[in-house]
């Protein structure tokens, strides 16, 4: 295009170039001039939130259904520094996003001027990269690297804050052809001789586990993964932010492992003698204290980002690159080796984790009081919405309770705060989901304490006809904390009561807010309440289900511990003995 536009008309541009069709922001002084064009002819559809906060949890939930960039915007100032938590979550969870922020006058920046913040430099070591774009000329240049970052290597958030004269002057809209970053290069292809490596010892094994993390979900490798598993008959563990990946009800999967992991897939790791590490990064509440974690294992270690191999853990075979080209390259190797007729034997190994499974299946106590049971509420909110339904969780104990007892039988359709653990993620998360897939079933299962965080954004759903529904699992307590509180600090319960059994009253809250309010608080209304929500789809949904309080998230093990001193209840120590 050769005519003069204002910088705005370029920013618009640049994202319908960019395949932009949804972003999630609020307006304000230094953004403005941007917002003057996406009223006219613009394709893209802007939802007005009510937060700062829950735009880029919106923009992190798209995301993370759709296979897109999420896009979020804010102004200066205040309007920047509320999308530093969404950053921070989306840099930890690997999630695609670019915000967009608008910046005081170039002239102004500096000077502590009105609504100043130097977003670039707050948000550097939570993003991907950071921009700050002061001529008009440099915006598409911008927003073309800022899409590309963001979507490529490694996913993650990045940041391209525009100051107010660069969206106000006068330039052209030139889409780049090629992008020059210097330094930038991910790489895809894996190393050949790493994979035949790895395959050798796939085969030499004895006991090994293929742990998966959320990186097999972020290269979309699920498919790939099955075939790997099925080929090799090896155990399954999925992480918190894999879970899905591959399906619960397969007879090879273990479970989650990590500090609220099954007794199996806890196990499993510990007693390896070889971890097929696959886009997962040995984070701390998988591995407890790092020294004691599967201290008999090799390690493959198998991550587009080369960062984070060798970062908690050394790697025997270290494989950089994409898992959707790793995966199948190792299928690849192991059929070689099994032509060439070696093959690994694990059928020992199966006796002991396979008894693991069946002695310690993931459980939970029904109160004796005939009060209702958290896990009872969230196993039949699965059984019942089904495995094509997402579910988008806070986090505390809900998370862990919606990680363990929903069945997750397909990629993408759970959605948590995994690395950063930010309370108030599960209704704007939930709200970007439905944008995102809005033809699928969005259930934001959430605390009472979460829920008071973020739930504005049920004004948004209601107002641009996002129906999602709300399973608010109310215990009148910040529940993982009194947990702790109740082993660790001889149940002294300082500041964890919410007294949200009173005030306020969520099914009021919910009719406020244009959404259909239900309470449920006996376990014969579980079942009825859960499909007369499922039945409401002209408005979000709020369901009040009054939990009993002092249910716990079994089995655990406690922070800085050994995942040898895994316990499935309180009194209960280690689940398996040096003769395992």
Same mark, same amino acid.
């Given at each position: 295009?050769?005519?003069?536009?204002?910088?705005?008309?370029?920013?618009?541009?640049?994202?319908?170039?960019?395949?932009?069709?949804?972003? $999630?922001?609020?307006?304000?002084?230094?953004?403005?001039?941007?917002?003057? /064009?996406?009223?006219?002819?613009?394709?893209?559809?802007?939802?007005?939130?009510?937060?700062?906060?829950?735009?880029?949890?919106?923009?992190?939930?798209?995301?993370?259904?759709?296979?897109?960039?999420?896009?979020?915007?804010?102004?200066?100032?205040?309007?920047?520094?509320?999308? &530093?938590?969404?950053?921070?979550?989306?840099?930890?969870?690997?999630?695609?996003?670019?915000?967009?922020?608008?910046?005081?006058?170039?002239?102004?920046?500096?000077?502590?001027?009105?609504?100043?913040?130097?977003?670039?430099?707050?948000?550097?070591?939570?993003?991907?990269?950071?921009?700050?774009?002061?001529?008009?000329?440099?915006? /598409?240049?911008?927003?073309?690297?800022?899409?590309?970052?963001?979507?490529?290597?490694?996913?993650?958030?990045?940041?391209?804050?525009?100051?107010?004269?660069?969206?106000?002057?006068?330039?052209?809209?030139?889409?780049?052809?090629?992008?020059?970053?210097?330094?930038?290069?991910?790489?895809?292809?894996?190393?050949?001789?790493?994979?035949?490596?790895?395959?050798?010892?796939?085969?030499?094994?004895?006991?090994?586990?293929?742990?998966?993390?959320?990186?097999?979900?972020?290269?979309?490798?699920?498919?790939?993964?099955?075939?790997?598993?099925?080929?090799?008959?090896?155990?399954?563990?999925?992480?918190?932010?894999?879970?899905?990946?591959?399906?619960?009800?397969?007879?090879?999967?273990?479970?989650?492992?990590?500090?609220?992991?099954?007794?199996?897939?806890?196990?499993?790791?510990?007693?390896?003698?070889?971890?097929?590490?696959?886009?997962?990064?040995?984070?701390?509440?998988?591995?407890?204290?790092?020294?004691?974690?599967?201290?008999?294992?090799?390690?493959?270690?198998?991550?587009?980002?080369?960062?984070?191999?060798?970062?908690?853990?050394?790697?025997?075979?270290?494989?950089?690159?994409?898992?959707?080209?790793?995966?199948?390259?190792?299928?690849?190797?192991?059929?070689?080796?099994?032509?060439?007729?070696?093959?690994?034997?694990?059928?020992?190994?199966?006796?002991? &984790?396979?008894?693991?499974?069946?002695?310690?299946?993931?459980?939970?106590?029904? /109160?004796?009081?005939?009060?209702?049971?958290?896990?009872?509420?969230?196993?039949?909110?699965?059984?019942?919405?089904?495995?094509?339904?997402?579910? %988008? %969780?806070?986090?505390?104990?809900?998370?862990?309770?919606?990680?363990?007892?929903?069945?997750?039988?397909?990629?993408?359709?759970?959605?948590?705060?995994?690395?950063?653990?930010?309370?108030?993620?599960?209704?704007?998360?939930?709200?970007? %989901?439905?944008?995102?897939?809005?033809?699928?079933?969005?259930?934001?299962?959430?605390?009472?304490?979460?829920?008071?965080?973020?739930?504005?954004?049920?004004?948004?759903?209601?107002?641009?006809?996002?129906?999602?529904?709300?399973?608010?699992?109310?215990?009148?307590?910040?529940?993982? &904390?009194?947990?702790?509180?109740?082993?660790?600090?001889?149940?002294?319960?300082?500041?964890?009561?919410?007294?949200?059994?009173?005030?306020?009253? $969520?099914?009021?809250?919910?009719?406020?807010?244009?959404?259909?309010?239900?309470?449920?608080?006996? /376990?014969?209304?579980?079942?009825?309440?859960?499909?007369?929500?499922?039945?409401?789809?002209?408005?979000?949904?709020?369901?009040? $289900?009054?939990?009993?309080?002092?249910?716990?998230?079994?089995?655990?093990?406690?922070?800085?511990?050994?995942?040898?001193?895994?316990?499935?209840?309180?009194?209960?120590?280690?689940?398996?003995?040096?003769?395992?």
């Amino acid at each position: 295009m050769g005519e003069q536009i204002t910088g705005a008309q370029s920013l618009v541009y640049a994202l319908e170039t960019a395949g932009v069709t949804d972003v $999630f922001g609020i307006p304000g002084g230094a953004i403005l001039p941007l917002y003057d /064009p996406l009223m006219d002819s613009s394709s893209i559809r802007h939802i007005l939130v009510r937060h700062e906060q829950g735009a880029g949890h919106a923009a992190e939930g798209y995301a993370y259904v759709s296979g897109k960039v999420g896009v979020c915007m804010a102004t200066s100032g205040p309007g920047a520094t509320n999308l &530093v938590t969404p950053l921070a979550d989306a840099n930890m969870d690997s999630v695609p996003m670019v915000a967009i922020t608008g910046q005081v006058p170039s002239p102004s920046i500096g000077t502590d001027a009105f609504q100043e913040a130097d977003i670039r430099g707050i948000t550097m070591p939570i993003t991907k990269h950071s921009f700050l774009v002061t001529n008009p000329d440099d915006i /598409p240049r911008a927003i073309a690297e800022a899409f590309h970052l963001a979507s490529t290597g490694r996913p993650g958030p990045v940041l391209v804050d525009v100051s107010k004269d660069a969206l106000q002057g006068s330039t052209t809209f030139e889409w780049p052809t090629s992008l020059d970053l210097p330094g930038y290069h991910p790489v895809t292809r894996p190393h050949a001789k790493q994979i035949r490596e790895a395959a050798r010892m796939i085969i030499d094994a004895k006991a090994p586990v293929l742990y998966v993390g959320g990186g097999v979900m972020r290269a979309q490798a699920s498919k790939a993964l099955m075939r790997l598993a099925e080929l090799t008959g090896i155990p399954v563990v999925t992480t918190l932010m894999a879970r899905g990946a591959f399906p619960d009800s397969h007879p090879l999967h273990l479970g989650m492992p990590g500090m609220h992991g099954s007794v199996a897939a806890v196990g499993a790791l510990q007693k390896s003698d070889l971890l097929i590490t696959l886009g997962a990064r040995f984070d701390d509440r998988v591995t407890g204290k790092l020294s004691t974690f599967a201290p008999d294992a090799a390690v493959i270690h198998a991550d587009i980002d080369p960062a984070e191999i060798g970062k908690n853990r050394d790697a025997d075979v270290p494989i950089v690159g994409d898992l959707a080209e790793i995966i199948p390259d190792l299928v690849t190797a192991i059929e070689a080796e099994y032509a060439a007729g070696r093959r690994g034997d694990y059928e020992a190994w199966w006796s002991v &984790v396979g008894r693991w499974r069946e002695t310690y299946p993931l459980g939970y106590d029904i /109160p004796d009081d005939g009060s209702l049971s958290p896990q009872y509420v969230i196993e039949r909110l699965g059984q019942i919405s089904g495995p094509e339904s997402i579910y %988008a %969780a806070g986090v505390g104990q809900h998370q862990m309770w919606a990680a363990q007892f929903v069945k997750y039988e397909r990629p993408d359709s759970w959605i948590n705060s995994g690395g950063l653990g930010t309370m108030g993620f599960a209704v704007p998360a939930a709200m970007g %989901a439905k944008v995102g897939a809005p033809d699928r079933t969005v259930w934001a299962v959430d605390g009472d304490g979460c829920f008071q965080m973020t739930n504005q954004e049920l004004v948004t759903c209601s107002i641009n006809e996002i129906p999602i529904k709300v399973a608010l699992i109310n215990n009148s307590s910040l529940g993982m &904390v009194r947990q702790w509180q109740t082993l660790f600090y001889n149940s002294r319960y300082s500041n964890t009561d919410l007294h949200s059994h009173r005030i306020p009253d $969520f099914v009021k809250l919910a009719d406020a807010y244009g959404c259909h309010g239900l309470r449920c608080e006996s /376990p014969e209304e579980v079942d009825a309440t859960i499909e007369k929500a499922m039945g409401m789809n002209d408005a979000p949904v709020v369901i009040d $289900f009054v939990v009993h309080r002092d249910a716990m998230v079994w089995p655990m093990v406690a922070a800085g511990t050994s995942n040898d001193d895994i316990m499935v209840a309180r009194s209960m120590a280690p689940q398996w003995g040096s003769d395992d």
